[in-house]
T-cell receptor
Framework: EAGVAQSPRYKIIEKRQSVAFWCNPI?????LYWYQQILGQGPKLLIQ????????DSQLPKDRFSAERLKGVDSTLKIQPAKLEDSAVYLC???????????FGQGTRLTVV | TQLLEQSPQFLSIQEGENLTVYCNSS?????LQWYRQEPGEGPVLLVT?????EVKKLKRLTFQFGDARKDSSLHITAAQPGDTGLYLC????????????FGDGTTLTVKP
């Protein structure tokens, strides 16, 4: 069974530029999550989708971050404009349902210079 | 506010030694997960505990959930260099098991 796929693996951008990350969850998984992991910290949930609807985006900085899952499968996370403090690994995870464990992708390491 | 405190933050031991790492909270969780994360990779789920007092074993790893479901421990027997990594605990509330609050992890280094 294929795991959660994310791209790109690495991205370096200048501050105030925009960037987008892509995630393809495990086939059949209805729930999709985006986490931000700053160096030395545990992952922090940014947004949770159930199919193509948002379940929780309370921790998403909505002035600069946006995410969508239009067809209930793939998802994109966008940052516009990026700040230095956005440098982190962005992890996508998926689970079969809301009450089952999540499986993580390898993440996208973003460096903002 | 950090809801899950993990200790120690760093641990460096020799191959063959035993170790225990801890995950503590003042909050009650409906379930708690332990993950291991290697550099450049996402966290990999090791175990989920759901019942107070529950003990689960995974080869040389023993996981325990506190009676009050506020804390957990991970014990590794006869550690090996392959156990090196970041160990993260994550707690979930209610039925939303995938939406977890993570601790900041324990970085374990096992030297040959």
């Amino acid at each position: 069974e294929a795991g959660v796929a994310q791209s790109p693996r690495y991205k370096i951008i200048e501050k105030r530029q925009s960037v987008a990350f892509w995630c393809n969850p495990i086939s059949g998984h209805a729930t999709l999550y985006w986490y931000q992991q700053i160096l030395g910290q545990g992952p922090k949930l940014l947004i949770q989708f159930q199919n193509n609807g948002v379940v929780d985006d309370s921790q998403l900085p909505k002035d600069r971050f946006s995410a969508e899952r239009l067809k209930g499968v793939d998802s994109t996370l966008k940052i516009q404009p990026a700040k230095l403090e956005d440098s982190a690994v962005y992890l996508c995870a998926s689970s079969y349902t809301l009450n089952t464990e999540a499986f993580f992708g390898q993440g996208t390491r973003l460096t903002v210079v | 506010t950090q809801l899950l405190e993990q200790s120690p933050q760093f641990l460096s031991i020799q191959e063959g030694e035993n170790l225990t790492v801890y995950c503590n909270s003042s909050s009650v969780f409906s379930s708690l997960q332990w993950y291991r994360q290697e550099p450049g990779e996402g966290p990999v789920l090791l175990v989920t505990v759901v019942t107070g007092g529950e003990v689960k074993k995974l080869k040389r790893l023993t996981f325990q959930f506190g009676d009050a479901r506020k804390d957990s421990s991970l014990h590794i027997t006869a550690a090996q260099p392959g156990d090196t990594g970041l160990y993260l605990c994550a707690g979930a509330r209610g039925t939303n098991a995938g939406k977890s609050t993570f601790g900041d992890g324990t970085t374990l280094t096992v030297k040959p």
